[in-house]
């Protein structure tokens, strides 16, 4: 084109293509661009072909460059002209040549358009594009794009495009594009962006609505966090000279800034968006906010309202929802700021009305952030003006001491301001006090932070902190903005790490706290000067003074008139003072149980006494002022005491006379929010509410007077704090009980209390973080106290119409009440015990008793305990450890020590006080139940003496129950206080030792105790005993340690249980022996029982499914049973019990048996757990065995039921050897009398059926009742006629049934060869052959001689150099991580020298040393406490991945693949032969072989290779299938040792995922070879009954995996289901369900149970399954015969000769499942094949496929179940195979001659249905069609009615399948 004769024809051409094609033009000039500057960039290129390089790279300059400019706006800007066909491949190729091209065509198509608007249009576009066009562009080019452009104004437009369209934080990309750009230059871009576009800022929501979101040019969202950061930039950096200009960036930005104010006020003021709707409004006010705003101020002029109360409005409007309200807040705030130049023109009124209004503006935190800062500056100004200068000036200092004086109290919060206007001249000379006020505000603040070096800000606080915001002041004063309304603070004042939390949000660090002061604002009573309380009253002469103490002391109810006129004689009214401070410090305060006759007297009193009434309520509030500012009120129980008393006194004084307490006084509400504040709510909480109480006589106060409901909602307030204590919510409890109000019905006063300055918990009194008197007493019981109570609640147990609640929280879960202990009083008839207390009452009070005998006990005992524990420990301690230095030590064994001494001490001490106390308060909560049921409240009951004996008897049983849980508990707090009692005794001596360690670098030694003479220890102690330099040695710490391992042994007492179950068995308990306690044993049955039944109520409807197998070991029932033998543990041996410990033995025995033919039959774990305590019995006494047989002859056996259960219980007993079977045998073939006696007839075939079927008895043991059997089958009894048909057929079947189980191989215990059976061995379990079997349990031995003889060929110091070469590579590694260039060199030294990838010998000779090198280094590093260490396989890893990553013997692409692909096949070869000789080596010598590092280096290969890499990515699934076949060749059936290491490698997310999702499906047959290797190793194991633990946690891995893939990859498991069918053994019914329940992504559920289900008219029926398993594979030997018999071309004797073919080919008899599965799929795929989905029923009896189906029905029962579950293994997902089987099942079961058949179609659809969910979809809709549809009137055969059990079984599964009330509809259920 640079020919001008051919410039013209070039420049058509291309105009051309810009029209077809401009997406080929567009790429190609790229690459013709960036080939020509890559070859300029070579090298060493002579410099005559650079010229000719750069020649060509300049050719037709000029017709690229136009066609440039015409090609980007075609792709990057909106052209609605011309649209291009394929914009997104063409940018999707443009960026995979060149991103930065993408990025440079993008600015460029935006820096060419004029205008804002239009910019941000063409961003939005570009935008969009992006996204459209490249994978992952929201993470990855966006992100490219927005942080790759040097144009400033193009990367903020999409930046903020992006952040208001949720693509980017824009907070997070201003703090990372100021790291990498830096501070002064982003703050000069933003400064720059916001001049430009500051005017077009809209609202998100806004433009949204307005359809003009992609217009948008700027949010007020970004618009906040450009201005947040600006506020955060230092003043150093502001103080920068913008570039050819005189100003700074300080100035610029406080203009920008200011602008922005000017134009949005709101942006300032903006609460949080969530809770407010002002977001909506627009930024500009209209005229009618003005005006409203204008209305406002004139008001505050015109003395219509005052400041305060315009302030109080305006934060109404901050917070309102109503966008009106706000707005008139941002305008009236503005106004204000906008008027702030006019001040000093006010008039002096308006003046100081505009002062105060503006501090409380800044008091109240109704301005925050910037516009905060600018007002602390407006402030600061006025300040500086001189007073006297200029009246002026005057005006406006005066201005900024009226807004001072109103928030001087903040100004502790911004100690930099303060230093500002302490510098003050004038100030400081005119106003000394006031400079002083605020420099001790500094110094309580700089200390305040010297203590806490992270204070927390209170809770809505905005205050400032000390980060800086000096561009808000003009770079005058470094003060921060604080977060705007409520936004939230950033910790670390970062920009980047603020999220923009909201709407216009600006989030900035947080305040610094408010100190919590006690005392200011309480009142007079808190706050009067000490010397007015002092004042000294005046007293009368001594003479009077005498007389009027004996009149107090001899005053009563009843004279207080006679004594008050006797007053009115002795004492004058000037003496009154002195009288009434008298009777408040010695009366009042310490008798509260006498206030009630101190009023009745002061009433008495009359007109004389109303003096005395003023003195006396004078002396309570000075009082009560000295014991609020005691030290010791927090922590002495006697002032609390003491402040309660007078509160109580207050309150009847004062509320209940309506007589107001005033809050200049005593300030309630203020002294409660102190209190919080302060940790002195332990105080004042019950003062207060004592006071309070006085209201509820009171006609004025009581509720809903405001007053005192105000203070209510403070009280409900406190009570929801989070840890606080349980006695303080106590006193709120009772209070509201006696002013009959519900605390839930009670006003929140949370905003109050949040404005409260939050308290500190650590060592707060107020406060249980570690719940030890308030959590619920769980920490302190053993786990086996179980929840036997109920929740009690309330304060006094005479209260029956409100609940009863404890002081100690959830007592009622831990204290026992037995369900016995009301037979005690029904032995009393016609009493009132009998009628009136009942088990619940005794739950109610039992709980209370045990609070208050508690509470009544803990404090004496565990404060004699601590104290003796303390002294003793201490000095022991000091004498043990004088020579210690270590202050740990030191302070770890007194811990130890006064712990257990403390807590033994207080366990003696309290445990017979507590018995006697508990039998106390309970025998009294109960008596007044009793007054208040019988309406003697006022009287007491007269209960007669068999009644109190029984009343006696239940108070003494409770407490022995709960004994045991008090005497924890307050040993528990006894611990805990001694522990802390002793760290305060003992902290001299720690800190001592430690400060002689740190400051003078020397041990501490005490040698004081060796200095006194009359000490007679350590002096004449051993010298093995005696304190030595260097402290004490480990033998000798031992004796410290033993505190803590000394177990706490529960006293032995007699329970209630004990002393129920000594009632029925007699005097047993007492026996002359003295070594059987059977009250122990009788305990632990009465607590078997109680744990059952608890369990059985907790399991509700599917109690009757648990047995006591499905009970694990650690739960409590089998812990109680486990308990026999150690209960009975000094017996010894048998033969040694004497005949009185047998005959209780037998006796409480045969009680056990009685109890267990009245347990329901549904209660199968009762009878179980019975059954099992008899067992137990019976080692201990082994003439119970002998003695059970006779009892059970006496059963009762009269109806149906009994006979049911007596059957199962005899079951039980044989299974439990407790019955000899031949006796058993005899007796019940005696009965039946040769079928004489048909219901022991009936008895005996059922029992031996059970038995059997069981494998509870083998045949051989039953000979008698077998011959019964056998004559009633065979028709040869004696009485045949008159024997029922149906015995006979029930008789023949069992004959039946027995033979099958025993030619089947059947159980051990029911063979006739022999009694004890060994176990199948691992070949007789599997499916495979043995052959098989045989091979690959041999492989490893294989594997390990060929490595051996690999081995052999060895250099002698192969292995020493490849030692070397490892360690060299590990040290290159860690010196040049990440530098390929020297790895790769590393690699080629390797290759050079070594031969390593060009020789395959030495390549396998180094592979195979340098695992077994790594793999022993990796096991000899293991240690005891870090494991293994893989620092040596990490880097191995390594190296095989960069040998396969690396590997290049040249050629082209395809051959470099194949030979990396090689090189990891010869990887991967030698670490499975090399695992696989390591494992047989280790199996032969019987050493232990760890699968770690095996694990660990096949795990860091398959995440190297596995990860994205350009040199890998085309061979991803190439490598993944060679990981796949080389985990095959070491599979667990080869190599057991690594099965668990195998099955988490084959399930990594990096194998897997990669398989399963690689093109093509070419990973799936990989994966299904592994899943079925696992599968093969697991099916031995998982046809035994019994699993070891190792199996079960490997069966929990493999159901994992399974799980997993039916969630991620369904498809894949029903493609393959087949062949996992194969390898499942039948008894894993889960398992297989698992697999058949996946459903292929796509397909559609429909909904089985629904009443207009039709599954013919499903469309998913007409399409086939996705089968890729091998069908035809196992037909091979009779597919032909197979085809030509289904086309109609072979005799129907095919059939027979089929079934032959079917069978295994080891001669058995046995079906070989997999045949048989691909029999059935096979025929019927090809029966689908002949019919169409709409006629498959009704066609189906003609088709030969059918006659097949039917032929196959002939078998034995095995043979016919492994069919029949044939077909079950194709009932899935809707498709036509599902509705074929389908189909087929119910055509059998109708069509079936057979009864049996029916049965086992029946057996195989129940079996999968009662296991968990989930069930295959086709397997519901077959048998709910099955039960449901009439015309197989299911419910009418025999099988679903031949036992309770099994009708029950029946009837739950059809209630789980159907609807509700179809199961009765079909005639299922009675």
Known sequence: SDEPKLHQSAREVLGMGLQSCPEIILCALVRLQLSNAAAMNVADTPPQQLASIRARAQAGMPLKGELMRELIPLFFSPNPKWVVKNPTGAIRRLWEISPNTVVAACVEAFKVLPTAE?????????????????????????????????????????????????????????????????????????????????????????????????????????????????????????????????????????????????????????????????????????????????????????????????????????????????????????NLFDEYRFFSKYPEKELRITGILFGLLIKEQLVSSITLGIALRYVLEALRKPPNQSPQSGKMFRFGMFALEQFKERLHEWPQYCSHIVQIGHLREGYAALVGEIETAMDDNQSAGSVST??????????????????????????????????????????????????????????????????????????????????????????????????????????????????????????????????????????????????????????????????????????????????????????????????????????????????????????????????????????????????????????PNPWLMGLMGVFRALYNVDDLKMNIKFEVEVLCKNLNLKLEDISLRNVDLSKRVPPVKEKNPDFNLKSQSAAAPAAALSPDKTSSGASTGGDSAKSDDEPQQTVIPNLAAYVQVNPNLTQLFEQVQGGPLSTHITLDLLKRSVPIAVDNAIREIIQPVVERSVSIACITSKAIVTKDFAMEGDENKMQKAAQLMVANLAGSLALVTCR?????????????????????????????????????????????????????LGCRLIEKAATEKAVRKLNDTIAPALTLRKDTREKKGQLYYDMSIFGSENQRYPRELPDMLRPKPGGLRPEQLLVYEAFQRIPRQPQPTQSSSESQSGQSTGDASNNSSGQLNMNAISAIALKLDKTVETLLNTAGPRAQEISLAMIPPEHEIKQLIAAIPRVVASVGDPSSLSSSDTDSILSFSQGILKRIYEVDLSQRLRLEALIALLEMLNKICPQLGRNIGTWTKYAPTKTDAERKLHRAVLLLLVRSDLIQIGDLDAHLAKSADEGRDQVWLEFLILFVRAATLENIVPPAKMPNMINIVQLIAEDRAPTSQQINPAFRKAAARLLEELRNSLSSGGDARGRQASPVRARPSYEESSSMSPTSVKQLTDASLVIAKSSLSLASNDPPNAKQNVTDILVNWLRVQNEAAGNDKILAQFLQLLQQKFGVGSSDDETERFLRLTTEVVVESCVKSADATKGLRYDAIDGYSKLLSYLVIHMNGGGTSEQVTQQRLGMLNKVLGCITRSLVTSHEKAQQTNAPWDQRPWFRLLLDLVCELNTPNQLLDSMKSSIVNVFGSAFHVIQPLVVPGFAFAWLELISHRMLLSNLLL?????????????????????????????????????????????????????????????????????????????????????????????????????????????????????????????????????????????????????????????????????????????????????????????????????????????????????????????????????????????????????????????????????????????????????????????????????????????????????????
């Not at 903020?160 to 871009?189: H, I, P």
């Open 1558 to 1870: 690689a093109k093509d499906q070419k990973g799936w047959g990989v994966m299904h070879q592994l899943l079925i290797d696992l599968f093969l190793f697991m099916e031995p194991h998982l046809r035994k009954l019994e699993l070891t633990d190792a199996l079960k946690k490997y069966y929990d891995g493999t159901l994992r995996v399974i799980l997993m893939l039916v969630h991620d990859f369904p498809t894949f498991l029903a493609a393959y289901h087949l062949s996992f069918c194969n390898v499942i053994p039948e008894n894993c019914v889960q398992l297989r369900n698992i697999i058949l329940s996946a459903t292929p992504k796509g397909v559609p559920f429909h909904d089985p149970i629904n009443r207009n289900f039709k599954i013919d008219q499903l469309p998913e029926i007409s399409q086939s399954p996705l089968i890729l398993s091998n069908v035809v594979g196992p037909l091979m030997s009779f597919k032909n015969e197979l085809d030509n018999y289904l086309r109609g071309q072979q005799s129907p004797e095919f059939l027979n000769i089929l079934l032959s073919q079917l069978r295994k080919e080891d001669n058995s008899k046995e079906l070989d499942a997999p045949k048989v599965n691909s029999v059935v799929l096979y025929v019927g795929m090809q029966g689908l094949a002949r019919l169409q989905n709409d006629q498959i029923s009704s066609n189906l009896s003609r088709t030969p496929e059918m006659e097949l189906f039917q032929k196959l029905m002939e078998l034995d029962d095995r043979g016919r179940y492994i069919i029949l579950n044939a077909f079950a293994n194709q009932l899935r997902y809707p498709s036509s195979h599902t509705h074929y089987f389908s189909c087929v099942m119910l055509f059998l079961f109708n069509e079936s001659k057979d009864e049996g058949v029916k049965e086992q179609i029946t057996r195989v659809l129940l079996e999968r249905l009662i296991t968990q969910r989930p069930h295959p979809w086709g397997l519901l809709i077959t048998f709910i069609e099955l039960i449901k549809n009439t015309k197989y009137q299911f419910w009418n055969h025999s099988f679903t009615r031949c036992a309770t059990e099994i009708e029950k079984v029946f009837e739950n599964v059809a209630r789980s399948c159907m609807l509700p009330g179809a199961v009765a509809a079909t005639g299922g259920g009675d």
């Open 912 to 964: 017979e006080p507590l018995h006697s106390s508990i039998s106390t308060h309970l025998r009294q909560i109960l008596s007044s139940a009793i007054n208040d049921a019988t309406g003697n409240s006022s009287t007491s009951t007269q209960l007669g003496e068999l009644e109190k004996n029984a009343l006696d008897q239940c108070c003494a049983i409770c407490s022995t129950d709960n004994l045991e």
């Open 454 to 703: 992270a204070p927390t800000a209170p809770t809505g606080a905005s205050g400032i902190t000390e980060s800086s915001v000096g561009s808000v002041l003009g770079g005058e004063i470094s003060v921060p903005s604080s977060s705007m309304g409520g936004f939230v603070s950033s910790t670390t004042g970062s920009v980047g790490s603020a999220p923009l939390g909201g709407l216009g949000k600006i989030e900035l660090p947080p305040p610094k706290p408010k100190k919590a002061v006690f005392g200011p604002g309480l009142g007079r009573a808190v706050n009067a000067p000490a010397e007015q309380n002092e004042t000294q009253n005046e007293a009368p002469p001594d003479q009077i003074l005498d007389r009027v103490q004996f009149l107090i002391n001899n005053l009563s109810i009843s004279n207080c008139a006679e004594k008050a006129n006797d007053l009115r004689d002795i004492l004058e009214r000037r003496y009154f003072p002195w009288l009434g401070n008298y009777l408040v410090v010695k009366r009042i305060s310490t008798q509260p149980n006498f206030h009630t006759m101190y009023l009745c007297f002061i009433d008495s009193l009359g007109e004389y006494g109303k003096g005395l009434v003023d003195a006396i309520i004078a002396s309570v509030y000075v009082n009560v002022g000295k014991l609020l500012r005691s030290q010791k009120i927090t922590t002495s129980t006697s002032e609390r005491s003491l402040l309660k008393n007078l509160g109580s006194w207050l309150g009847q004084i004062t509320l209940a006379r309506n007589r107001p307490i005033l809050q200049i006084m005593l300030d309630c509400k203020e002294l409660l929010f102190q209190g919080y504040e302060t940790g002195m709510l332990i105080a004042v909480t019950p003062f207060v509410a004592k006071i309070l109480e006085g209201a509820k006589n009171s006609n004025v106060f009581r509720p």
């Open 118 to 334: 239009e910019r941000a249009e063409v961003v939005a576009f570009q935008c969009n594009l992006l996204r459209k066009s490249l994978p992952n562009a929201d993470n990855g080019a966006l992100q490219q794009v927005v942080s790759g452009s040097k144009d400033a104004d193009f990367a903020y437009t999409l930046a903020c495009y992006m952040a208001d369209n949720g693509l980017l934080d824009f907070t997070n990309w201003l703090s990372e594009r100021t790291n990498n750009v830096g501070k002064a230059a982003v703050t000069l871009q933003s400064i720059v962006f916001l001049t430009r576009t500051y005017n077009k800022a809209k609202l998100r929501s806004t433009a949204q609505g307005d359809g003009d979101s992609v217009k948008l040019v700027l949010s007020w969202e970004n618009l906040a966090s450009m201005l947040r950061m600006l506020t955060m930039v230092d003043n150093e950096t502001m103080s920068q000279v913008i570039p050819n200009t005189d100003t700074t960036l300080g100035s610029q930005g406080k203009i920008i800034l200011e602008r922005c104010l000017q134009m949005y006020p709101n942006i300032a003021t903006l609460t949080n968006s969530s809770s407010s709707n002002n977001a909506n409004s627009p930024p500009n006010q209209p005229d009618e906010i003005e005006e409203a705003a204008n209305a406002y101020f004139q008001k505050i002029y015109a003395s219509e309202e005052s400041a305060r109360e315009v302030v109080e409005m305006l934060k109404r409007f901050k917070t309102s929802g109503s966008s009106r309200e706000n707005d008139i807040f941002a305008c009236m705030i503005h």
